[in-house]
């Protein structure tokens, strides 16, 4: 759950995070991933949202979401509440605990979706080809229906995806 006083309007971004109670991982198989992820769709057909990017390790689950006409607490509750559902039935009960951050910048939102898509080095796992982040839709033409890259990459140049990488790696990038 998010706290219950997040200001909320129509087209809001925020960066958010959801983590185990005392750390404990919320994800331990492949199917606990793919299943989030299904969750997302489910939850974005009842409550439509734009997801710019995202990660999941196994402690941690990392968006960058903009909401239409939905308030964010709804989204992450809902979101949170079916994944705890579908985890108690295979694993320990962890209700994801959430935190969020009202992005009201254009650097913000970039510097959010380049610590998202670094967490996975936190766990020492290389950027390029991991499989449970946003980041190769951003790099390269690898289709994911789960987030749209368009709002981002037109902050960058020509080319827009090699812009963006260097940019995640710690490249000075001029943005538009």
């Known amino acids: 759950m998010v706290k219950k006083h997040t200001v909320w309007f129509p087209g809001a971004i925020y960066y958010v995070?959801?983590?185990g109670?005392?750390?404990?991982?919320?994800?331990?198989e492949e199917s606990d991933f793919l299943a989030y992820l299904s969750l997302v769709e489910s939850v974005r057909y009842r409550y439509p949202f734009y997801l710019h990017s995202y990660c999941l390790i196994?402690?941690?689950i990392y968006l960058l979401l903009e909401t239409t006409h939905i308030p964010m607490n709804d989204i992450i509750t809902t979101?949170?509440?079916e994944y705890a559902r579908y985890f108690q039935d295979k694993h320990t009960f962890v209700l994801p605990q959430a935190s969020s951050t009202l992005i009201d910048s254009a650097d913000k939102f970039l510097k959010a979706s380049k610590f998202?898509?670094?967490a996975p080095l936190q766990e020492q796992i290389p950027l390029q080809n991991y499989r449970w982040s946003s980041y190769q839709a951003y790099i390269s033409y690898t289709p994911n229906d789960h987030v749209v890259t368009s709002r981002i990459l037109t902050f960058f140049k020509d080319p827009k995806m090699d812009q963006y990488s260097r940019f995640v790696e710690g490249e000075k990038i001029e943005v538009n």
Do not use: G, M, Q
């Open 17 to 19: 995070t959801c983590f």
């Open 21 to 28: 109670a005392w750390d404990e991982s919320i994800f331990y």
């Open 58 to 60: 196994a402690k941690r």
């Open 79 to 81: 979101l949170n509440d």
């Open 116 to 118: 998202i898509h670094l």
